[in-house]
């Protein structure tokens, strides 16, 4: 892709993102790239900010992390556990003894 296109579609990004948080995807980026982030596990509704996240680190001139998209984790009643909703964090469950068998088990039910 030329220079140019990058450009552009970067921009695209920033001027017409309709989440309208455009500079939260920047902000991931140099995040990542700060911490040195090898690989990102992530749920599957994340694929089209993990696009727009790979198009910035290229045009950034970073290595991308090895990114891995898995089902949502859901409830018994069938709601997606994110920390917005305080459901249970890793550090939770580890604390609260889970086994790392246990928490796989929970991921891929």
Same mark, same amino acid.
């Given at each position: 892709?030329?220079?140019? %296109?990058?450009? =552009? +579609? ?9 989440? @309208?948080? *455009?500079? /939260? ?13 090898t ?8 694929? %089209?900010?993990? =696009? +727009? ?9 970073? @290595?991308? *992390?090895? /990114? ?9 009643a ?27 088990q929970?991921?891929?039910?």
């Amino acid at each position: 892709m030329s220079r140019a %296109k990058t450009r =552009a +579609r970067i921009s695209a990004i920033f001027w017409s993102a309709r989440d @309208d948080v *455009p500079a /939260y995807q920047l902000a991931v980026v140099v995040d990542d790239e700060a911490m040195k982030i090898t690989e990102v596990v992530r749920g599957a509704d994340l694929l %089209k900010s993990t =696009a +727009r996240q790979l198009l910035l680190i290229r045009a950034l001139g970073y @290595d991308a *992390p090895n /990114y891995f998209h898995c089902e949502l984790v859901r409830d018994s009643a069938g709601v997606r556990l994110a920390k917005r909703h305080d459901a249970l964090s890793l550090r939770h469950l580890r604390e609260s003894g889970a086994t790392p068998e246990k928490v796989l088990q929970m991921v891929f039910q």
